[in-house]
Every structure is written in C-alpha cells, then in structure tokens.
C-alpha cells in the first residue's frame, strides 16, 4: 500500500520518474507492451490509477474514447499535464488508489495500472480486488503493468517480512535513503491472487515487465 516514505519517495523523485523507461535494454519489452496495452483498450473509458507523468496515458489516450488518470501525488499530476495531451480525451485528477471514492461504477469500462500492483501486499491483494470490483462494478477490464525481478538488474531485497513482500532500500534525489515494499510475483501467485476476483485471467511475461489482464467478476 501506499506509506508515507512510498510516497515521499516518489514525490521527491518525480522530475525522474520517467527514467526506468530510458534504460536501452528495455526498449524490447516497451515496444511490445505499447502494442499490447494499445490493444487492450481501443474504445474504452478507462480509468487510470497511479499514473506517475503520464508515461502510459500517453499511448492509451490515441487508442481509448476517455482516459481519467489519476495519482495520489499532486508534482506527478501536475508534470502529467505538461504532457499537453488531448483534453477532449484525457483529464487529470489526484486520487488515492487504495482509498477510491464512490461514485465510479457506471463511468468506466477499464482500469489500468503500471507500477501498483508490487506495492499491494500480498496479504491485502485478494481484499484488494474485491474492493476494485465493489467500486466499478461486476466486468470491468482490469490491466496490470509491473516488474520482473531480473538478476543484475532489480535493486537487490533488504529484507522479506513474514507474509513474503519483500523489501528495497533506495536512494532518493535528496540523498534520503527509503525502505520502499516492492514484490515481484510469478505467474502462479498471480493466477492465485486473481482466480477467485476476475476471470479471463491472461499474463504476459516479458524480460523486464509482465502484463497481466483480465475481467473482474
């Protein structure tokens, strides 16, 4: 979930956010992402949690009829809108993804999500969905974007609590040092978490990314 040093952190290293998709050993695993979550939301209205500077919502806004994005921070909101995306498609708003207010069943037809789903912890991830489901309603498309723990490449773990979400120590643009909660998770504990809350469950695993997509029931 959201604490006060994941947030600090990525409040404090908001102007760099973009950074990880600069990595040259990823472009792959980007180009088949875009086709991918392009794919998956031609028509759709979607919501858009944790959506950081607008990274995604760019490519989503030139396939969806509507993109809401949303994030809790107001710097990353606030560098999203220099994006200068098409307002007739795209609004911007702060929002809490683990706190999500009513009022938003009926308004969309996706959610999407990069970079969420590792700071859910495994104990509240099947509470979670449930929550998701009760606030957009019954077969809303659901898209998770997330990491693979690559050897060499992923920050190594500081620490693994007793329900198995592991731990990062990273360094902020202030020089402050964060203990971040970041799970990498397999395809196996994916379709777990997933079997009882949605159906059409689909995983696609890349080198450095996964994307997994389904309908909540």
């Known amino acids: 979930m959201i604490t006060n040093q994941l947030a600090q952190f990525y409040a404090v ?11 040259e050993e990823r472009f792959d695993d980007l180009d088949d992402l875009q086709e991918m979550v392009a794919e998956l939301f031609q028509g759709h209205k979607v919501l858009e949690l944790a959506c950081g500077t607008a990274y995604w919502t760019d490519l989503i806004a030139e396939v969806a009829e509507s993109v809401h994005a949303t994030d809790l921070l107001p710097e990353m909101i606030e560098l999203a809108e220099t994006r200068g995306l098409d ?6 708003g702060v929002m809490d993804a ?5 009022g938003l069943e009926g308004k969309y037809t996706a959610v999407f999500a990069a970079g969420l789903w590792a700071h859910v912890k495994r104990e509240d991830q099947e509470k979670y969905l449930k929550t998701l489901r009760a606030k957009l309603g019954k077969d809303i498309l659901l898209v998770l974007l997330d990491e693979s723990y690559v050897d060499g490449n992923s920050m190594v773990f500081a620490r693994t609590d007793a329900e198995g979400n592991t731990f990062q120590i990273l360094t902020a643009d202030d020089g402050q040092r964060y203990e971040i909660m970041k799970n990498y998770l397999t395809d196996s504990t994916l379709r777990k978490r997933f079997a009882t809350a949605a159906r ?11 994307l997994l997509s389904c309908r909540l029931k």
Do not use: S
Request: glycine share 0%; aromatic share 22%; no cysteine.
């Open 87 to 92: 307002e007739d498609v795209v609004t911007f």
């Open 200 to 210: 059409q469950i689909r995983v696609e695993r890349l080198e450095y990314y996964y």
């Open 13 to 23: 290293n908001a102007d760099n956010y973009d950074q990880v998709y600069a990595q």
């Open 98 to 102: 683990f706190n999500l207010p009513d």
